[in-house]
């Protein structure tokens, strides 16, 4: 032993008391002895939380919804507005412009796009009344200044491609009214590809589809897989040049729904420098117990109906009603925040800890035990740091791994714009 590893070990000993007082005295330098809701809601408060979709946009061109009021989400009021985004501590979220599918024809185009920009409209006008709790958000550093402000950051996506109709140009019209992601279908068949829950028609993108994804790339647009088919989804990381993303979707080894990414395509994203984004959409994440009468009653209900955002006012507010008392009758029972982080859990093993995000859904059927409304995703990070995730692991899954994917889009973008 020399003479100099014999001095360390002195100077180490008589130092020892002291460093143990002021180990002791941080908690922040020795955070195993944190009670687990202390660290939990430290991490939380601390990292910048985003969420790539929320459907709420759908309830503000309703009069009597109000964005910056506190409401109640058990009796069907709505699962997100900026006082619960707060209590919650959700720093950004993108808000979907959502058309369902309807007919491919002109007139059909027309209507869906008529729709896409009253509902662009309704989202600027919320944010401009109130202007003091939000903003709107369009690049990645946003988030951050704008929750330094203290304010919540509102970003757009676009949910179905449906609204572009054939005319390429009004992808153009849509990334400058403030749109930063499209889902290129949503549960039905569209122009640009099929839906992973309709007959296949174009066996993956069609060929207008893929100018889609060219003028995606070149704008700078983030292209999201979530509600394609799995055809649809190899031909897309086939043609795009930049990442793309699954807004809201989960895994389908856990929950075999056509909706969640199986272990094959987890894998492709990754080579794609992708993410996945955790959907909590009950059905989604753990498959329902079968209930045959439960099941009949809710086509019928769905048949009466049909999609909410084309009800006039009266006939939604009938339809919530009777999905209330739906709801009463038959109890359902939600999967909870635990099932929820299985699919993080299993993301993360198969491909790591660098390709997984997350996005709720609320307002769009999200929603679980435990985290069934915004006010509630503190649950996710307390259960994420109770099986052990770390500080730096939660900051990527809440929001650092989408943004590397969409500042690499904004790049892509660059690279794309200078070739002559
Ligand atoms: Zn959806």
Known sequence: MSGAMVLHKKYFLSALPVFMFLLYGCSGIFPQHEPLEVKAARIHGEVLTVDTHVDTPMRLSRPQFNLGELHEPRKGDGKVDLPRMKEGGLDAVFFAVFVSQRARTPEGNNKAKERAFRTFDAIQEAI???????????????????????????????????????????????????????????????????????????????????????????????????HISDDSFYDVLKVSKAPVIASHSCARALCDHPRNLDDEMLRKLVENGGVIQMCILSAYVKTPVPNSERDAAMKALREKYGNLSELSEEDERKAREERRAFDEKYPRRLATVSDAVDHI????????????????????????????????????????????????????????????????????????????
């Open 128 to 226: 401009k009344a109130h202007s003091s709790m939000a903003e709107l958000a369009l690049v990645p550093d946003d988030a951050y200044r704008i929750e330094k402000a203290g304010k919540r950051a509102i970003y757009i996506g676009m949910e179905n491609g449906y609204p572009i109709g054939s005319d390429l140009s009004l992808i153009k019209r849509y990334y400058d009214l403030g749109a930063r992601y499209i889902t290129l279908c949503h549960t039905r068949n569209n122009d640009i590809c099929d839906s992973s829950t309709d007959k296949p028609e174009h066996h993956g993108l069609s060929e207008f589809g893929e100018q889609v994804v060219a003028e995606m790339n070149l704008l700078g647009m983030i292209i999201d897989v979530s």
């Open 345 to 420: 859990d299993h993301i993360v093993r198969i491909v790591g800890i660098d390709h997984v995000g997350i996005g709720t859904d609320f307002d769009g059927g999200g929603g679980l035990d435990g985290c069934y409304d915004v006010s509630e995703i503190g649950n996710i990070t307390r259960e994420l740091v109770r099986r052990g995730y770390t500080e730096k692991q939660i900051r990527k899954i809440w929001g650092e791994n989408f943004m590397r994917v969409f500042r690499e889009v904004m790049k892509v973008a660059h690279k794309v714009q200078s070739v002559p």
